[in-house]
């Protein structure tokens, strides 16, 4: 039970990283596309 419990969190972990990484990426992305957009104004 506990390693099953440990494993779990431990998925949960992972999984929590890669949406924080790709919220990361998406925001660097609109950021530099905003900066674009505004010098192309």
Do not use: G, P, V, W
């Not at 919220?23 to 950021?31: A, D, G, H, Q, R």
Request: positive net charge.
């Amino acid at each position: 039970m506990e390693i099953s419990i440990h494993a779990c969190n431990d998925r949960i972990k992972q999984n929590h990283k890669k949406k924080s990484l790709s919220k990361n990426i998406f925001l660097e992305y609109f950021s530099t596309n905003l900066t674009r957009l505004k010098a192309s104004l």
